[in-house]
């Protein structure tokens, strides 16, 4: 028995995660398809890595200190990624996020004992965003530290000095695309620098939702989000630290209607319920494959389980509400497009 840990505390059991084949999808594109299973985390998902690296780099530099509140602005998944590092690391937190997130990511906040602060879910430039509201309780109150995931690099740390050493050992040096979503951009950046100073010639595949400003961005230089999407958490609507340090061969736009798709044919084939941002990143990957000869290994993330999703992408009537339909289109024919 290989790797098996004996931890005593949660924080512990952060990272070290599985590699799953995606097996329906590679005998599709015959390369294979593989998932980094981040929702193993103790939090449920990626988030976790960035909450415990931002926290432990904070505390080694003085800034976090015993008895002090951590304080941060999230849409949700590091809120409880931080949430389970606190408790386990013996800090309160306050997490302020928008109004509109799915109750089973906020509920889980205040049950792993992190305060939550809702303010309303207005664009970025306004003084009442979560970001501008954490940071303002922070410089408001000296027993604050707030973590800020965007700027704060210690978030791609985590991933450079974690996710990608592990992604490298585990598929012995075979990787040739690497697939990734981005919300801060700490998962894509840290992956793709470490795994590209080991191999210069991997591929990296930046997977961006409707209404996202970075696909925009590259293309253009010129930001135009409009936030369509109904996922949660990604999709950068401006150029933040971590997202500088990504390096990006290629950015791809994706509809919501096809990470529908995707998750309901991963969800009859393989049994896999996957997250809404994860369902993106497997559509991104088949995307990805299908533009090369088969026999590739290409590997992307599972950033949490369908169970966060349940009320939006496993929800006909909500699917319904933003025009989507809740029927797949048939694989074939999603393969033919691609
Ligand atoms: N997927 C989910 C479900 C997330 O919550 C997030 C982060 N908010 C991401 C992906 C993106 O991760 P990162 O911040 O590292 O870009």
New binding site residues.
């Given amino acids: 028995m290989v790797g098996l840990r004996r931890a005593r505390s949660q924080a512990e059991l952060i990272g070290n995660t599985d590699l799953l084949l995606i097996p329906s999808l590679s005998k599709l594109c015959g390369s294979n398809i593989y998932l980094k299973c981040e929702f193993q985390n103790p939090g449920g998902?990626?988030?976790d890595r960035?909450a415990l690296q931002l926290v432990q780099d904070a505390m080694e530099r003085g800034e976090l200190k015993p008895g002090m509140t951590i304080v941060e602005g999230t849409?949700?998944?590091?809120g409880i990624g931080l949430a389970v590092v606190a408790q386990s690391l013996g800090f309160d937190l306050l997490v302020v996020m928008p109004n509109d997130q799915t109750p089973e990511k906020t509920r889980m906040i205040e049950l792993h004992g992190g305060r939550l602060m809702t303010v309303p879910p207005v664009p970025f430039r306004d003084e009442n965003h979560f970001y501008h509201t954490a940071r303002r309780l922070a410089e408001e109150n000296p027993n604050y530290w707030w973590a800020n995931q965007f700027e704060n690099i210690s978030?791609m740390r985590a991933h450079y000095l974690q996710t990608g050493p592990e992604i490298w050992q585990q598929t012995d040096g075979a990787i040739d695309i690497l697939v990734s979503?981005?919300?801060?951009?700490?998962?894509?950046a840290g992956n793709s620098k470490f795994l590209k100073e080991q191999k210069p010639e991997l591929e990296v595949w930046m997977i961006d939702p409707d209404g996202s400003g970075v696909y925009e961005f590259l293309l253009s230089g010129e930001y135009r989000a409009t936030g369509g999407s109904m996922t949660?958490?990604?999709g950068i609507m401006r150029l933040v630290e971590n997202f500088r340090h990504a390096k990006i061969d290629y950015a791809l736009n994706l509809p919501d209607q096809d990470l529908v798709s995707i998750a309901a044919y991963v969800r009859e084939q393989d049994g896999i319920v996957l997250?809404s941002?994860s369902a993106l990143n497997v559509a991104g990957a088949l995307f990805a494959a299908l533009q090369h000869e088969p026999g590739k290994t290409i590997v992307t993330f599972a950033?949490?389980l369908g169970e966060r999703s349940i009320s939006k992408l496993y929800n006909p009537e909500y699917l319904r509400s933003r025009d989507l339909n809740p029927e797949p289109e048939p694989i074939d024919a999603l393969k033919e497009r691609y």
Avoid: P, R, W, Y
Avoid at 75 to 78: D, Q, R
Avoid at 181 to 188: C, E, I, K, S
């Fill in positions: 998902s990626i988030k960035a849409a949700g998944n590091t978030n979503v981005a919300g801060t951009g700490g998962t894509l949660e958490g990604i997250g941002s950033c949490d």
